[in-house]
Nanobody
């Protein structure tokens, strides 16, 4: 069992930056993949970024490539989502998720079975 707690959301102007954090308790991320998803009002939840805890490969949605980075902090068992050059269309509730997807399902919501409670990110124009 893994419990996930997100933090770091807030209100920022377009062009600004935020860093989201996802801390794991009850178990470590070892052996899992960790991802960030987001859901904007009236839209379906979508994949943003993901990585395996062990290993260097990272995966990003086209809409965030070059602006977002998924980073791990092994010392405190935390995954961060560094978001730069934010745009109003990045406004959403952001969720971290943990699972054991294969490479082809890294961006598939159903491949993840532990989810955080979500944190709101609002980008003003």
């Amino acid at each position: 069992q893994v419990q996930l707690v997100e933090s770091g959301g807030g209100l920022v102007q377009a062009g600004g930056s935020l860093r989201l954090s996802c801390a794991a308790s009850g178990n470590t991320f070892g052996g899992y993949a960790v991802a960030w998803f987001r859901q904007a009002p009236g839209k379906e939840r979508e994949f943003v970024a993901g990585r395996r805890w062990s290993g260097g490969s990272t995966y990003y949605a086209d809409s965030v490539k070059g602006r977002f980075s998924i980073l791990k902090d092994t010392a405190i068992n935390t995954i961060h989502l560094q978001m730069n050059n934010l745009k109003p269309e990045d406004t959403a509730v952001y969720y971290c998720a943990v699972g054991r997807p294969i490479q082809s399902t890294m961006s598939t919501e159903g491949a993840y079975y532990y989810w955080g409670q979500g944190t709101q990110v609002t980008v003003s124009s």
